[in-house]
């Protein structure tokens, strides 16, 4: 199959994909319960970018077809942030994903050998937790459980979908609420470029002690990356609402300093919104030892508002 | 002072003063009161312990260091100070690891005092010394018992106690004894302690002491407790206070007092004639005195003049005391009533002096480098003394010429040196002062254990009690700020400086421009009431009166209310007690994205703001938690931003 074709086939299913989210418009295209928040430091660092292109075990609470790039064995993936000014809130993620290599036989030197394949699809499991802050001692908690599936799909493309439970409580009368989200993604390579998207919440429904019962707001994180030099990629995406109209236009480049375990990010971001249009910048690094990989970091956010700080910690059981 | 001495030994002098005298002498330096370690108390110090210090000195308000080098090497970073705000301050270290180092005693600490506002204002203090002991044993009290038994004891009678102490590897182990409860103005200068036995680690000792006269017992009573100590050369001080004694005073004439009134200033050679000026309760008592310990009652007794108030004034010629030692012997004085009943007192002692020469001056002089003392100055005296025997000597001040009325004079004498003595003392208040003068002589007395006493008062100062030149004119304070930074202004003498102080806390000095006479300088206040006051120095450091008035900083009051969980409409209320020109409130959600915002312009203390509860594009914003950014501009033009949390519903 040419380019083309697989650039044609990807563009309809990602208007397909994104043509189901924008039909289950919530009453508010703004995040309210349950933001769509980067759960890992890289992805902080590369301005949100990796939402709509994740890869390894991060992609359980990204794109979930990022389970099946690039990734060759189980892994754990932990972090902690911290976010914006006051040290009102707090934010954990934690994942797993356990990728399937089918064994396949292999020809070596005039003998049959079967040995593990490439992986073919994955399953992930996905935790986080929002902690906030209210006057008066109270407080809010917002816990999301995750469990994510990606496979190859024909045209050389993957796709992934991801069922979230979410629960709400806060402790001013105990109320809160409960509900589902689901999310689904769609990625292949054309003409040397990675290009992904993932509809987050295309389905959901929460239902609330006190307030009126609803969806929460849809959105499209699509992105593309694209090898530049040895150790250095070059990232563009962007954030949809379910009205077609852009929330965020990223930017972003990765670079691993060759000969060492350091991998540099940076990214600038441009905010659109009907009141206040505002650009910030992510910056942030990543140090690999053995099957460790450590990272940080950091996005300035409104004016104000403060950065948001963020901590994590890959393993990857090869 | 150089004046004094001829002039070939004036290079010596100041050799000697500047060898004694480590510091540069400075008007205004910091005056040492006197240093003492609270904790361990009794004992030497350990590694890894925490010690405690209370170092006084003339004012609150020092910067305050301790060197514990020579205790640790400085193994236990740096101590922590804490000003009482009365003088006295308290110094607190843990000592580090002192396992290399050997334990001794007469470790100095020296106590650097600076004053913050200018740190050429210091001074040294290296009076305190304290006991290394990390691993020494100290003594241990095994028994104690008053000889014969007996537990009824009358004025004059021996007081004798045995004491068994536990002293193996106990470094120069000492027993003393505290019978204040039983003599208020007890001294161990007139114990008498004399070894029995020290085998196998355990050594016994006699304590003798006369109890002295009724005039300086205590009420008569059953069961006065005499504490028993145990001391070494590292500090160790043990009590034992398990004794008691019946005190009997009733019946036998009762002996007060008694002293040498001649001969003065020595002590008692061969043909002296001896006065005793000693007070009983009557003049009907007949007194014998007993000098067969002076001179073996070789001399003859002149005359016992019995006066008015019970005093009996004794005279005495010596004999030859030839062959005799020099040293201190108790004069027996026996008192007998019209009944016959009789007490014998030997508290009374008296030097025979034949031959031991008199502490050696070596010099003493002032620490300021001025001679015009004004009331409120700190006045420190350097002395330097010798002794020819090696006696020990105590230092008396010579004040008289300069104060009239020494009453409650606070002088401090600490000796820094082998023989050099630092007094310390600040000048009193005007009326407490001889009238001004110059060329007043002041001085410092030494005395030795064996009645020896030397004056040296040729120290020539000046005393100035008129006011200095004009007090500062201050401009006026506003009564009332919001800021915590105020500019204090006004007008002085251009030869004279400035001193600020707010709750006598914080001194600094002003410079006044010469040109202008002007001075200016910013104060910080603290939220409240500041007590802010200042006086004017001349170049001496006299003062003028203190000027002094107050101002109140308002404490800027930043509220932000509203209701948990918000609900569409509820009210935003911003509070700000200093006053805002705007106000924004911003709503965002946790991704960043900005929902809706709400301002108010003006002058006011307090707004009122409403979210309807939606967000950009209208619609109503989903339930959960969101942050609201709060920024006020005050008149001034300075922004003030907090983040506040919110927790939104629609169950209107």
Same mark, same amino acid.
């Given at each position: 199959m040419t380019s083309k074709a697989r650039f044609a086939a990807l563009a309809a299913l990602i208007g397909v994909i994104h043509a189901l989210a924008a039909a289950g418009v919530a009453r508010a295209e703004t995040a309210g319960a349950f933001p769509g928040l980067d759960p890992w430091p890289s992805s902080i660092a590369l301005g949100g970018i990796p939402m709509g292109l994740g890869e390894g075990v991060e992609a359980v609470l990204q794109n979930p077809t990022g389970m099946v790039a690039r990734t060759e064995a189980p892994g754990l993936a932990f972090s902690h942030a911290s976010l914006f000014k006051g040290g009102f809130v707090r934010h954990q993620a934690a994942a797993g994903l356990w990728p399937r290599r089918p064994r396949q036989p292999v020809w070596t030197g005039g003998t049959v050998s079967h040995r593990e394949g490439p992986v073919t699809s994955a399953f992930g499991l996905g935790f986080t937790n929002l902690s906030g802050d209210l006057p008066g001692d109270e407080t809010y908690g917002e816990m999301t459980i995750a469990i994510a599936y990606a496979r190859h799909i024909p045209l050389g493309l993957r796709s992934g979908g991801r069922l979230r439970w979410l629960q709400a409580r806060s402790t001013v009368d105990g109320s809160g609420g409960a509900g589902y989200a689901l999310d689904v993604g769609l990625e292949g390579t054309i003409a040397g470029m990675r290009v992904g998207g993932v509809a987050r919440a295309i389905a959901s429904e929460i239902r609330w002690d006190r307030s009126s019962d609803g969806p929460i707001p849809s959105a499209f994180d699509l992105a593309i990356e694209r090898p530049i030099l040895r150790g250095l990629k070059l990232y563009g995406g962007a954030i949809l609402r379910a009205d077609w109209s852009v929330r965020r236009v990223m930017a972003a480049a990765a670079w691993t300093i060759p000969g060492s375990p350091l991998t540099l990010l940076a990214s600038p971001g441009w905010r659109q919104n009907d009141l206040e249009d505002g650009s910030d910048l992510s910056a942030g690094a990543t140090i690999q030892v053995g099957a460790f990989e450590a990272a940080y970091g950091m996005r300035s956010g409104p004016e104000g508002l403060g950065e948001i700080h963020r901590f994590g910690l890959t393993v990857a059981f090869r | 002072m150089l004046r004094t001495v001829p002039p070939i030994s004036r290079v010596l002098w100041i050799l000697i003063a500047c060898v004694a005298a480590c510091e540069p002498a400075v008007a205004a330096n910091p005056v040492p009161i006197g240093s003492a370690v609270l904790?361990?108390? #009794?004992r030497g110090i350990g590694s890894l312990e925490t010690i405690r210090i209370a170092t006084r000195w003339d004012s609150a308000g020092y910067r305050i260091e301790a060197d514990f080098r020579a205790l640790d090497g400085g193994a236990g970073g740096s101590p922590a100070i804490h000003d009482s705000l009365n003088g006295t301050y308290l110094i607190v270290y843990t000592t580090g690891s002192m396992a290399d180092s050997s334990d001794t005693s007469g470790v100095v600490i020296p106590i650097m005092a600076a004053n913050p506002s200018n740190p050429a204002e210091s001074f040294t203090d290296r009076s305190l010394q304290v006991c290394r002991n990390s691993g020494t044993p100290i003594p241990v009290h095994l028994e104690t018992w008053i000889r014969d038994g007996q537990s009824r004891f009358t004025p004059g009678e021996s007081l004798i106690v045995r004491t068994r102490w536990m002293?193996? #590897?106990?470094?120069?182990f000492r027993p003393s004894a505290d019978f204040s409860r039983l003599v208020p103005d007890f001294r161990e200068f007139d114990l008498r302690v004399n070894l029995i036995r020290d085998t196998l680690g355990v050594s016994e000792h006699e304590i003798a002491f006369r109890i002295p006269g009724q005039g300086r017992l205590v009420e008569e009573s059953n069961g006065i407790p005499l504490a028993i100590l145990g001391r070494d050369a590292l500090c160790s001080e043990v009590r034992f206070e398990g004794l008691s004694i019946d005190l009997r005073t009733s019946g036998a004439p009762k002996f007060y007092r008694g002293s040498v009134r001649a001969p003065s200033g020595r002590g008692v050679r061969s043909f002296d004639t001896i006065e005793i000026v000693t007070q009983w309760d009557s003049t009907t008592v007949r007194v014998e005195p007993d000098f067969a310990l002076l001179d073996g009652g070789a001399g003859g007794l002149a005359s016992v003049r019995d006066s008015t108030g019970g005093f009996h004034i004794i005279r005495y010629t010596t004999g030859d005391m030839a062959g005799l030692p020099d040293e201190r012997v108790v004069v027996a004085l026996s008192g007998f009533n019209a009944l016959a009943d009789s007490v014998t007192d030997r508290s009374l002692e008296i030097c025979r002096n034949l031959a031991t020469p008199p502490p050696t001056h070596l010099g003493s002089w002032t620490r300021e480098d001025r001679k015009r003392f004004r009331p409120g100055d700190s006045l420190v005296i350097f002395s330097r003394w010798s002794h020819p025997a090696g006696l020990p000597i105590t230092l008396e001040p010579l004040l008289s010429n300069l104060i009239a009325d020494g009453a409650g004079l606070a002088v401090a004498v600490s000796q820094r040196g082998v023989d050099t003595f630092l007094v310390s003392m600040k000048l009193p208040a005007k009326d407490r002062l001889v009238p001004d003068g110059r060329d007043i002589r002041i001085g410092v007395e030494a005395l030795d254990t064996l009645c020896n006493r030397v004056r040296f008062d040729s120290l020539l100062i000046e005393l100035d009690t008129t006011p200095p030149s004009t007090p500062p004119t201050f401009d006026p304070l506003p009564p009332e700020t919001n800021v915590a930074l105020i500019r204090v202004s006004g007008t002085a003498p251009g030869s004279s400086r400035v001193a600020i102080v707010r709750e006598n806390l914080f001194r600094f000095y002003a410079p006044v421009d010469p040109s202008t006479e002007r001075f200016e300088t910013e104060l910080e206040l603290t939220p409240g009431r500041n007590q802010v006051g200042g006086w004017g120095e001349d170049e001496l450091g006299n003062k003028t009166v203190t000027a002094t008035s107050q101002i109140v900083r308002l404490v800027v009051e930043r509220t932000t209310t509203y209701p948990t969980p918000f609900r569409p409409n509820d009210e935003i209320l911003v509070g700000d007690s200093g006053g805002m020109t705007k106000v924004v409130a911003r709503i965002y959600n946790l991704e960043g994205d900005l929902l809706a915002e709400m301002e108010k312009e003006g002058a006011f203390l307090e707004a009122r703001l409403t979210w309807d509860g939606r967000d950009a594009q209208g619609d109503l914003a989903e339930p959960g938690y969101y942050l609201m950014t709060i920024r006020r501009a005050s008149a001034t033009g300075k922004i003030h931003e907090e983040v506040s949390p919110m927790l939104f519903r629609d169950d209107e």
């Open positions: - | 904790m361990p108390s #009794g002293t193996e #590897g106990v470094q120069r």
